[in-house]
């Protein structure tokens, strides 16, 4: 018995390590091909390395299988495990592959980088906004540290980039007042007529309200027929000047009717409802062709037709408002509807051409008995408020009759002729509104018949005396 031991013992000795040996004969090598630890920049291409596996016998990659995906749009470690398995062998080895964000985050400065700031005065943040590639917005991550004259901003990622920029503070006043003129650039003066000066505001950056710095030159004889100029002129406290011109026509406004006696011969065309795609550019084609400046008392049209009121206002033409709906029974409910209508196209006339008008019309007239029906006595009471908010409205002395009892262009031409005088300001009153086209075919007709009698065009401004009708409600 103990000799079978001794025999068992000694092949099992033999037996063991050559199965190990054998064993581990098959056992392969296995590498990564590459670095164990790769890095990948964000939004690049990971190229897949692999591994090999090599034992006694030689290579034998095709039995390792590859686990592991490496999202490179997404920061993060990403580990790729390659094992190696054939029959009862198995074994594994793995990389870490690292996706970084290297890319720093962009701050953009609302003004820029160097500012002028007012002297004397705190700097007020303009703005700023960081964006990051990877985060978005991280606007709110904001650092900011100030000195007196410069402004530094941080910010960081959550990949630990940081981007910091600066912003330069110099404490100068380095832009000149602005000044507004109240009223029209160009003004028409009849001769021996005082010149009434429509006012002005100047307004400052740093020093705000500067009109009783302007000073105020001008060389107008209202004696003598000419053209005239009034220079405006400011200067802020840190020497910036602005200068703005107004220039004044004085014209003969006198006709002679006998010897040694005169009467004015001023004719004011007005024309109502515009503007309008069909006759308000064949209206402008013919003032220019003669040389006759108008007056437009607008209204609400399609946003299309800005560029005839931008067009009417370069040409020097009188931008005047009408009504914004032209609807008797809104407009004329309350004094608070008819205001909110009137402003509502002022806005628009400003917004259009740079400058508040406040030159109107009522929709029919003053002297309309149509506002009865909608509230008694408002034109009383509109008439007052006019005045009060700085508005001087016109009616008319001389009818066209295109809106109503005219039925083609003899008839518009007759009455116009008819009702001027040589006695008196003649307004007229007629509609540019779509194809109003017996208007304006006796248009030129009628300036020519006018300019051959001795009379003179203007367009209506703060010195035309006002024609008004007597108020009937």
């Known amino acids: 018995m103990k000799k079978f ?54 290579k034998d990659n095709y039995k390792i299988e590859v686990q592991g995906k490496v999202d490179t749009n997404k920061v993060g470690t990403y580990k790729i495990k390659y094992t190696y398995k054939d029959g009862l062998i198995k074994k594994s080895v793995v990389r870490n592959v690292k996706v970084i964000d290297e890319e720093s985050p962009i701050i953009t400065l609302e003004g ?64 000149s007042p602005i000044i507004t003129l109240s009223g029209n650039e160009s003004i028409s003066l009849p001769l021996g007529q ?41 200067i802020d406290k840190s020497g910036n000047e602005t200068s703005i011109t107004r220039t004044v026509k004085v014209y003969n406004n006198k006709v002679q009717i006998k010897q040694g006696i005169y009467k004015s011969s001023m004719i004011y065309l007005t024309f109502d409802d515009g503007p309008s795609a069909s006759i308000t550019p064949k209206v402008l084609d013919i003032l220019k062709e003669t040389g006759v400046k108008a007056t437009f008392f607008v209204t ?42 009137l402003y509502t196209i002022s806005n628009k006339v400003k917004s259009i051409t740079g400058v508040e008008s406040k030159i109107t019309r009522f929709p029919g007239g003053s002297s309309n008995t149509v506002s009865r029906q909608y509230n008694s006595g408002i034109m009383s009471r509109l008439v007052s408020q006019m005045n009060e908010k700085g508005f001087t409205y016109f009616d008319w002395n001389v009818g066209s009759g295109d809106a109503g009892g005219a039925s083609n262009k003899n008839d518009v031409y007759n009455n116009v002729i008819k009702g001027i005088s040589p006695t008196k300001t003649n307004v007229v009153l007629m509609h540019d509104f779509e194809n109003n086209y017996k208007t304006l075919n006796a248009l030129k007709d009628i300036i020519t018949t006018c300019k051959n009698a001795g009379y003179t065009f203007a367009a209506i401004d703060s010195n035309t005396p006002q024609i008004a009708h007597g108020v009937n409600n």
């Open 194 to 234: 005082a010149y009434k000066e429509p006012g002005y505001s100047a307004i400052d950056n740093c020093d705000g309200d500067l009109n009783k710095e302007v000073k105020v030159t001008n060389n107008i004889d209202v004696n003598k027929v000419g053209n005239y100029e009034i220079k405006y002129t400011v």
């Open 300 to 341: 609400c049209k399609s946003d299309s037709l800005n560029y005839l009121i931008k067009r009417a206002h370069d040409e020097g033409h009188t931008i005047a408002l009408h009504t914004c709906s032209h609807n008797y029974s809104q407009i004329y409910k309350s004094e608070t509807a008819f205001f909110d209508d």
């Open 112 to 175: 820029g980088e160097e500012v002028f700031v007012c002297p004397n005065t705190e700097y007020e943040e303009l703005g700023y906004n960081a964006t990051d590639n990877y985060d978005g917005d991280i606007t709110d991550k904001v650092k900011i540290t100030k000195t007196d004259s410069l402004i530094k901003y941080t910010v960081k990622d959550t990949s630990s980039n940081t981007t910091t920029i600066e912003r330069n503070l110099k404490y100068e006043d380095k832009e």
């Open 5 to 58: 031991l001794i025999v068992i013992i000694t092949v099992l000795g033999i037996l063991i390590p050559l199965t190990l040996s054998i064993y581990f004969a098959f056992i392969p090598n296995l590498e990564l091909k590459g670095s164990k630890n790769q890095k990948v920049v964000l939004n690049n291409e990971y190229k897949e390395l692999g591994a090999s596996a090599e034992n006694l016998f030689g």
